[in-house]
Nanobody
């Protein structure tokens, strides 16, 4: 079994910051990509940011310059530093991993709400 421990979500005012964490454990090795996706009610899940085993990053245009993804390779943990948050960032943020043999796993998600 693969387990996710996601944390860091919450309620913040516009312009505020949050830091999400996702630690992956269990029967998993050789992680290729770790990342964050988000989904608002009634909308499709969308990519927020990903980071590869080689530390290459990819960001959605809507979060470039505001969010930073990082990874602790020894701990199988991925982080998402979110600054200058906007109401449109409100969503459930889910951690995602992909292994080198193309297996994919999803966390349960953590709620981020940006509101004044």
């Amino acid at each position: 079994q693969v387990q996710f421990v996601e944390s860091g979500g919450g309620l913040v005012q516009p312009g505020g910051s949050l830091r999400l964490s996702c630690a992956v454990s269990g029967d998993i090795d050789s992680i290729y990509v770790m990342g964050w996706y988000r989904q608002a009610p009634g909308e499709q899940r969308e990519l927020v940011a990903t980071i590869t085993s080689g530390a290459h990053t990819n960001y959605a245009d809507s979060v470039k310059g505001r969010f930073t993804i990082s990874r602790d390779y020894a701990k199988n943990t991925v982080y998402l530093q979110m600054n200058s948050l906007k109401p449109e960032d409100t969503a459930v943020y889910c951690c995602h991993v992909e292994t080198w043999d193309s297996n994919e796993y999803w966390g349960q998600g953590t709620q981020v709400t940006v509101s004044s």
